[in-house]
């Protein structure tokens, strides 16, 4: 098993420029969830998903769009990126809500 | 929303040494998870930890939820076990919430 599979790992875009953080898992995990992670913080929640077609805000969810359109997968959208969205985004699943979370490798995104 | 604090925010230890880590949280969780960032930014989850206590060799924590509070001991810290430490709840009513780490240090 790959568990949760992140691409791509570093990214560079300019203001206003749009892109997809992909996220995949092989668990048959129903939850995933996005997560950024500021330095010298911890984690907050963007967006999550307890199954596929259901998707809810997190702590943090404007400026990104989610989808889960199958159980694997869960892609993050940026819609017109902001240097205050430079960060690394971490994607996590777990079999059900409020249970042992896995995470992905994270992704370095820097938007200048 | 409900509040995470962990402490220290920073910890320096010769090899060898003993150290207990602490997360409080302001309200009733559900679940209370451990994980450890290495310094390649992997996050690894040490501990499902939502009342009791559990070990995994020389790791153990131990959640009283009555309280709020959950503690991580790191015995015979090696150098392997420096990163960040973040712990993790869901509250009853609410979305997940991590604290802001604690940093340890582990010095040959």
Redesign the interface.
């Known amino acids: 098993n790959a568990g949760v599979t992140q691409t791509p790992k570093f990214q560079v875009l300019k203001t206003g420029q749009s892109m997809t953080l992909q996220c995949a898992q092989d668990m048959n995990h129903e939850y995933m969830s996005w997560y950024r992670q500021d330095p010298g913080m911890g984690l907050r929640l963007i967006h999550y998903s307890v199954g596929a077609g259901i998707t809810d805000q997190g702590e943090v969810p404007n400026g990104y769009n989610v989808s889960r359109s199958t159980t694997e997968d869960f892609p993050l959208r940026l819609l017109s990126a902001a240097p205050s969205q430079t960060s690394v985004y971490f994607c996590a699943s777990s079999a059900d809500r409020g249970e042992k979370l896995f995470f992905g490798s994270g992704t370095q995104l820097s938007v200048l | ?1 409900i509040q ?1 604090e962990q402490s220290p925010p920073d910890l320096i230890l010769q090899e060898g040494a003993n150290s207990t880590l602490r997360c409080n949280f302001s309200d009733s969780v ?2 209370l ?1 451990w ?1 450890h960032q290495n310094p390649w ?5 040490l501990f ?1 930890i939502p009342s009791g206590t559990k070990q995994n060799g020389r790791l153990s924590a131990t959640t009283v939820a009555t309280e709020r509070y959950s503690l991580l001991y790191i015995s015979s810290s090696q150098t392997t076990d420096s990163g960040v430490y ?1 712990c ?1 709840v ?1 509250p009853l009513a609410g ?7 604690t940093t340890l240090t582990v010095k040959p």
């Open positions: 929303g995470v559900n679940n998870q994980f930014g992997q996050l690894i989850n499902y973040f993790a869901v979305k997940s919430t991590f604290g802001d780490g």
